[in-house]
């Protein structure tokens, strides 16, 4: 098993360009969530999914959107960049709702300027 | 979800065990005591959790006090590698109400190991 895996590692964009983080895990599991971890700070969450066709807001939605057409993929979209979105982008998928054991990708790491 | 305090910051030598406090005072019944670990550069891995009885697994220990306000992560034999930040997190159970819509991350507790 690959496990999570995201793509790009690294990604610089222009203020007001749009992109999309891909997110992709093969465990078969239901739950997944889209973190930002911005220098010093714990995680927060952006974007959640509970089973494919199904999203919900976390704490820092704004300027970000995400579908799941699939079990496997999350992609999350930044519409507009703006340079206080600069930060490290985590995917996480969760084992099960029971003992909600996470499994995080490597992170995105992106600069807007 | 009911919070959790940790120190920021911890100091152990290399080969000897690292006891890591976490307090929560205010866990509800149903909230599971989990811990993650972020080594430099990489995504939170998950360590260990549990809900009233103490736990292993190759990873680590997790004890857990009787009245379940507090709790402790053990490392048996740190290495250079366990230096990392590690969080304490609360959650219940999505079957018990908790929803599907994360962990709240703290600052958590950076562990340096020396050699």
């Known amino acids: 098993n690959a496990g999570v895996t995201q793509t790009p590692k690294f990604q610089v964009l222009k203020t007001g360009q749009s992109m999309t983080l ?34 919900d807001q976390g704490e820092v939605p704004n300027g970000y959107n995400v579908s799941r057409s699939t079990t496997e993929d999350f992609p ?3 519409l507009s960049a703006a340079p206080s979105q600069t930060s490290v982008y985590f995917c996480a998928s969760i084992r099960d709702g029971s003992s909600y054991e996470q499994y995080f990708g490597p992170g995105t790491r992106l600069t807007v300027t | 979800d009911a919070k959790t305090t940790q120190p920021n910051s911890m100091e152990s030598n290399e080969e000897e065990p690292v006891h890591l406090p976490c307090n929560h005072s205010t866990i509800s019944g149903t909230d599971y005591i989990h811990w993650y670990r972020q080594l430099p550069s990489q995504g939170p891995e998950y360590v260990i959790h549990g809900l009233t009885s103490n736990v292993n697994n190759r990873m680590a220990s997790l004890a857990i006090a009787e009245d379940r306000k507090s709790s402790t992560l053990i490392l048996h034999r740190a290495t250079l590698r366990d230096a990392a930040v590690y969080y ?12 599907a819509d994360g962990l709240t991350f703290g600052k958590g507790t950076h562990l340096i190991i020396q050699p």
């Open chain 1, 22 to 55: 891909q997110c992709a895990q093969d465990m078969n599991h239901e739950y997944m969530s889209w973190y930002r971890q911005d220098p010093g700070m714990g995680l927060r969450l952006i974007h959640y999914s509970v089973g494919a066709g199904i999203t």
């Open chain 1, 76 to 78: 999350l979209r930044l």
């Open chain 2, 88 to 99: 304490c997190i609360l959650r219940r159970s999505v079957y018990s109400g908790g929803g």
